[in-house]
């Protein structure tokens, strides 16, 4: 007989569960080892997607808190000076009137670019542009009057209401 073959079929058992215990421990312990390394990556993995969306949201809540802050100025700076040109139509030759648009308009610039890409991402930013350029045209138009009564300024009032129709319809609530 070979000295290192087993005698019995006990210690053939033997050697049998033996092995199939140790690879059976090898298994578990290595399962349990990879299942850790996953779940620490997928934890770490986790707290990363936690910080870019916490950081996402804090930026989120600022621009909304600025567009609620701002935007109501903007409309007002707009529905002031649409009103402004409306009473314009009936006296243009109102310095006090004309200045008071001119002022508005400046504010309406300060607005348009302050918030320019705001107002790109939401859409806004061709409607306001429109409105300023025809506010600033209006504007222009009448700045170009001469301050005493005369002919042209007499005749100038269809030519300012034609002005102030797409003014008056670039307002108009959607």
């Known amino acids: 007989m070979n ?3 087993p005698t019995s079929l006990g210690e053939l058992l033997t050697i049998i569960l033996t092995s199939a215990t140790v690879s059976g421990i090898i298994t578990v312990v290595l399962q349990a080892l990879i299942t850790a390394r996953q779940a620490h990556r997928y934890a770490k993995e986790l707290e990363e997607v936690k910080a870019r969306l916490s ?3 804090t930026l989120q809540n600022a621009i909304l808190i600025r567009k609620l802050s701002e935007y109501p100025a903007l409309a ?6 649409r009103k402004i040109a409306q009473e314009l139509v009936g006296d243009s030759r109102n310095q006090e009137l004309y200045q008071k648009l001119v002022d508005r308009i400046k504010e309406i610039r300060v607005s ?3 918030f320019r890409l705001d ?3 939401d859409g806004l930013v061709t409607d306001v542009h429109r409105f300023k350029t025809l506010i600033e045209n209006f504007a222009l138009r009448i700045g170009q009057l001469p301050a005493q009564k005369s002919k042209e300024v007499e005749d100038i009032q269809p030519e300012l209401a034609e002005l102030f129709k797409p003014i008056d319809d670039s307002t108009e609530k959607r």
């Open 55 to 57: 950081t996402i949201t």
């Open 112 to 114: 348009f670019s302050r």
């Open 76 to 81: 007002e700076q707009v529905y002031d000076s």
């Open 3 to 5: 000295p290192s073959s």
């Open 119 to 121: 107002l790109e991402r």
